[in-house]
């Protein structure tokens, strides 16, 4: 089979194309033909080894995907072959065929083709569970979104949304704006030409706002946390930025905020109730026309590229790779 190789930690530059052997399913596991792998910033800070979790030397990055289980190892009884499924893994998803264990994998909800499926299930549950799960959203509320245009960023402002939160998005630009706006927020702030906090309470009645989901981090995370209400919350999801933000606690004393972290990949094990209430709402809203905003598909020889991209900042929404383009 063809995958992506990543043989030293580095740049996605590294990272090459190359035929494998086909994967064997071990005991528990399940192998997947791949259709499409969404690219997702973690990806990058795996192939670079900055992640919380080391993947060892060679590997095939990737992390989410969309295809039809083809085979399964001793001890799983299903799903049977030929079911269309998605998953997360920690690497090897970048490949015609992965190999996971069957806990990795999760239906796709009716309505997704699969680029759509492969894009989905990280950022939208991210997105659910930093608003509901952690965040404790309520239908008026205001959230600010920072990173708005980027993969959980756009979810975020699509599920805020459709939970009925006004929304003020963030980005670096007037363009990124627009692509949130698309998605219905309410209000934009270019954080790099504008003052974050002044302008999140400006737009918000002048109290601020009640909610913040921030998968950029930065200097971007204290200036957002001034700029809530009193009782208000801040999500932290991630760091795009590269700048892990160390916040003084007396900002988070003065005005009784709540500050609260969101990890996806455990979610399942730690809350399988919060896990499943999050499948059946983010179903909901697939059935009622809620899609991933894919900005771009590219072939699995492109792996490289589609990185870069993601590292430098110039994509919005997700990158898709499409297993069977050429
Ligand atoms: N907690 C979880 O379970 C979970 C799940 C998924 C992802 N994450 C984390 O969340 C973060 C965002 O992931 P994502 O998939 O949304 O990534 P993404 O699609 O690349 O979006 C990240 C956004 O951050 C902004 N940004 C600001 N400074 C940046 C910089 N120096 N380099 C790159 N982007 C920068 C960019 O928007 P502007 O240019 O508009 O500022 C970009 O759109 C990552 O740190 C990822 O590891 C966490």
Not at 145 to 171: E, F, H, N
Request: net charge neutral; proline share 6%; aromatic share 4%.
């Amino acid at each position: 089979m063809r995958a992506a190789r990543c043989t030293e930690y580095g740049p996605p530059s590294g990272i090459s194309v190359v035929e494998l052997d086909d994967p064997e399913p071990g005991p528990g596991e399940v192998v997947v033909r791949v259709h499409a792998a969404a690219v997702n910033y973690p990806d990058v800070l795996i192939a670079a080894d900055r992640y919380q979790v080391s993947a060892p030397l060679p590997f095939t990055p990737g992390s989410e995907f969309a295809g039809v289980v083809t085979a399964l190892g001793p001890g799983v009884a299903g799903p049977a072959v030929g079911s269309p499924m998605a998953g997360a893994v920690l690497s090897g998803a970048f490949a015609e065929q992965v190999v996971a264990p069957l806990a990795a994998l999760r239906p796709i909800p009716d309505g997704l083709d699969m680029v759509h499926a492969a894009a989905f299930h990280v950022t939208y549950n991210t997105a659910y569970h930093a608003l509901v799960t952690v965040g404790g959203a309520t239908a008026g509320e205001w959230a600010a979104v920072l990173g708005a245009a980027g993969g959980v960023g756009s979810a975020t402002v699509d599920v805020a949304k459709r939970l009925g939160l006004r929304v003020v998005a963030a980005a670096s630009s007037e363009e990124r704006l627009a692509t949130a706006r698309k998605l219905g927020a309410d209000a934009g702030i270019d954080y790099v030409r504008e003052d974050l906090k002044s302008r999140i309470r400006e737009l918000t009645g002048g109290e601020g706002a009640h909610l913040v989901v921030d998968p950029v981090g930065g200097d971007h995370a204290e200036a957002a946390l001034r700029a809530l209400r009193r009782d208000g919350r801040f999500v932290t999801v991630g760091y795009a930025d590269g700048r892990i933000p160390r916040i003084p606690l007396n900002l988070v004393l003065l005005k009784n905020l709540v500050v609260r972290g969101f990890e996806a990949r455990t979610i399942r094990r730690t809350d399988p109730d919060a896990a499943a209430a999050a499948a059946r709402a983010l179903a909901g809203m697939v059935r009622d026309g809620m899609r991933p905003l894919v900005s771009r598909v590219h072939p699995l020889s492109e792996v490289a590229a589609a990185l870069t991209d993601v590292a430098e900042r110039r994509t919005t929404g997700k990158i898709v790779l499409d297993m069977e383009a050429r």
